[in-house]
C-alpha cells in the first residue's frame, strides 16, 4: 500500500508548466477556482482570498488495483490517465493513456494483452454559490433535483473511463481502472489573469502568488492535488499551475507549533518568491511557451 501511495506521489511530481495552460477570462471576472484532489472531493476557493466556499465529493479520481503482479503491473498518473508498466523494479512509460486505451478498444498489443473499455459521460448542473448539485443528465437518465434553482446551474461535464486488461498467455493475470476527468474549455492564456498557482507534489498545499511574485494566499486542502479550474458562467476552464517539491514548498511556509503537532501557514506579512522559484515558471506572462 505504502509503495503504491508513493509511486502516485511520484507520478504526480511529473507535471510540467506545459500540461495546462491559464484560462480566459471575460471582463476581468475571473469565476471561482475549482481544485480537484485525489480523493474526488472538488474544492470551491475564492480566487482573491483562497477561501473554501463549499465542496463537492465524488468518486475517487483514480481507480485500480494496489496489488503487484509480477510481469503485469500497471501504475497511472491520476493527473491524465498516463499509464506505466512496472517491470523488473523498473517504470516504463506506455504509449497510451487510460482514455486513449479505452477509445482504441477492443484492441490488442504485440505483447497478447487484450484490451476492453467503455466510456461514461455525464452532465451535472452545478449551483455555483452552494456547491448543490441541480440537475444530472446522461444518456442513460435525466434527473433534476432542485427546478427552481435551474436558471442558476452551470453546467459541467465529467467522464468516467474503465480499462480492463487480460493477459493471453496467462488467463489469471488481469487488471482493471477508472480513471476520472472533467471537461474543460482549453483557451489561450490570457495576460489579465493576475495570479500564479503552485501545488506540492506530495501533499495538499496549493499557493497562490501575483504578477509580483508575492503571496496571496495559501491553503492545506490535505490529499494531493491532480487539476485545478476556473469555474465561470459558461462552465469549467483549465487553470495552469506548477507542481513543485514538499521541501521547497515548506521553505515558503512559516512553521507554528502547536501543542505537538506543526502546522504551516503564510507569514502575515506579503514576503516576495525567492529568485529561485521565480526562474522554474520561465513561461510567466509569455504566452510564446504555451
Same mark, same amino acid.
Given at each position: 500500500?505504502?509503495?503504491?501511495?508513493?509511486?502516485?506521489?511520484?507520478?504526480?511530481?511529473?507535471?510540467?508548466?506545459?500540461?495546462?495552460? /491559464?484560462?480566459?477570462?471575460?471582463?476581468?471576472?475571473?469565476?471561482?477556482? #475549482?481544485?480537484?484532489?485525489?480523493?474526488?472531493?472538488?474544492? =470551491?476557493? +475564492?480566487?482573491?482570498?483562497?477561501?473554501?466556499?463549499?465542496?463537492?465529493?465524488?468518486?475517487?479520481?483514480?481507480?485500480?488495483? %494496489?496489488?503487484?503482479?509480477?510481469?503485469?503491473?500497471?501504475?497511472? $498518473?491520476?493527473?491524465?490517465?498516463?499509464? /506505466?508498466?512496472?517491470?523488473?523494479?523498473?517504470?516504463? %512509460?506506455?504509449?497510451? @493513456?487510460?482514455?486513449?486505451?479505452?477509445?482504441?478498444?477492443?484492441?490488442?498489443?504485440?505483447?497478447?494483452?487484450? /484490451?476492453?473499455? $467503455? %466510456?461514461?459521460?455525464?452532465?451535472?448542473?452545478?449551483?455555483?454559490?452552494?456547491?448543490?448539485? !441541480?440537475?444530472?443528465?446522461? @444518456?442513460?437518465?435525466?434527473?433534476?433535483?432542485?427546478?427552481?434553482?435551474?436558471?442558476?446551474?452551470?453546467?459541467?461535464?465529467? *467522464?468516467?473511463?474503465?480499462? *480492463?486488461?487480460?493477459?493471453?498467455?496467462?488467463?489469471?493475470?488481469?487488471?482493471?481502472?477508472?480513471?476520472?476527468? &472533467? @471537461? =474543460?474549455?482549453?483557451?489561450?492564456?490570457?495576460?489579465? /489573469?493576475?495570479?500564479?498557482?503552485?501545488?506540492?507534489?506530495?501533499?495538499?498545499?496549493?499557493?497562490?502568488?501575483?504578477?509580483?511574485?508575492?503571496?496571496?494566499?495559501?491553503?492545506?486542502?490535505?490529499?494531493?492535488?491532480?487539476?485545478? &479550474?476556473? #469555474?465561470?458562467? +459558461?462552465? #469549467?476552464? %483549465?487553470?495552469? &499551475?506548477?507542481?513543485?517539491?514538499?521541501?521547497?514548498?515548506?521553505?515558503? !511556509?512559516?512553521?507554528?507549533?502547536?501543542?505537538?503537532?506543526? !502546522?504551516?501557514?503564510?507569514?502575515?506579512?506579503?514576503?516576495? #518568491?525567492?529568485?529561485?522559484?521565480?526562474?522554474?515558471?520561465?513561461?510567466?506572462?509569455?504566452?510564446?511557451?504555451?
Amino acid at each position: 500500500m505504502r509503495f503504491f501511495q508513493a509511486i502516485l506521489l511520484t507520478l504526480l511530481s511529473f507535471a510540467t508548466a506545459d500540461d495546462v495552460i /491559464y484560462s480566459s477570462n471575460q471582463g476581468h471576472t475571473f469565476g471561482t477556482v #475549482l481544485v480537484s484532489t485525489i480523493d474526488g472531493q472538488l474544492r =470551491a476557493l +475564492d480566487t482573491f482570498n483562497g477561501r473554501q466556499k463549499w465542496a463537492l465529493k465524488e468518486a475517487p479520481v483514480l481507480r485500480a488495483p %494496489k496489488a503487484i503482479k509480477q510481469g503485469f503491473t500497471f501504475l497511472p $498518473n491520476p493527473q491524465d490517465g498516463t499509464l /506505466y508498466a512496472l517491470k523488473e523494479g523498473a517504470l516504463k %512509460k506506455m504509449p497510451f @493513456s487510460i482514455p486513449q486505451l479505452v477509445h482504441l478498444s477492443p484492441s490488442k498489443d504485440n505483447e497478447g494483452v487484450l /484490451y476492453a473499455g $467503455n %466510456k461514461k459521460d455525464v452532465w451535472f448542473g452545478l449551483d455555483p454559490e452552494t456547491g448543490s448539485k !441541480i440537475e444530472t443528465l446522461s @444518456s442513460m437518465t435525466a434527473e433534476r433535483i432542485c427546478p427552481a434553482n435551474k436558471a442558476r446551474a452551470i453546467f459541467i461535464g465529467r *467522464s468516467e473511463y474503465h480499462l *480492463s486488461m487480460f493477459d493471453t498467455k496467462d488467463r489469471t493475470r488481469t487488471w482493471n481502472a477508472t480513471f476520472t476527468d &472533467y @471537461s =474543460a474549455h482549453l483557451l489561450p492564456t490570457d495576460a489579465a /489573469y493576475p495570479f500564479q498557482h503552485f501545488a506540492s507534489s506530495s501533499t495538499g498545499h496549493v499557493l497562490t502568488v501575483d504578477i509580483d511574485g508575492q503571496i496571496v494566499w495559501e491553503k492545506d486542502l490535505g490529499q494531493p492535488i491532480v487539476a485545478m &479550474y476556473l #469555474l465561470q458562467n +459558461d462552465g #469549467l476552464h %483549465k487553470l495552469r &499551475y506548477t507542481v513543485i517539491g514538499r521541501e521547497s514548498m515548506e521553505r515558503l !511556509i512559516t512553521p507554528v507549533f502547536q501543542n505537538t503537532n506543526t !502546522i504551516f501557514r503564510i507569514r502575515k506579512q506579503r514576503i516576495r #518568491l525567492s529568485k529561485w522559484l521565480l526562474s522554474i515558471t520561465d513561461y510567466w506572462g509569455d504566452e510564446s511557451s504555451n
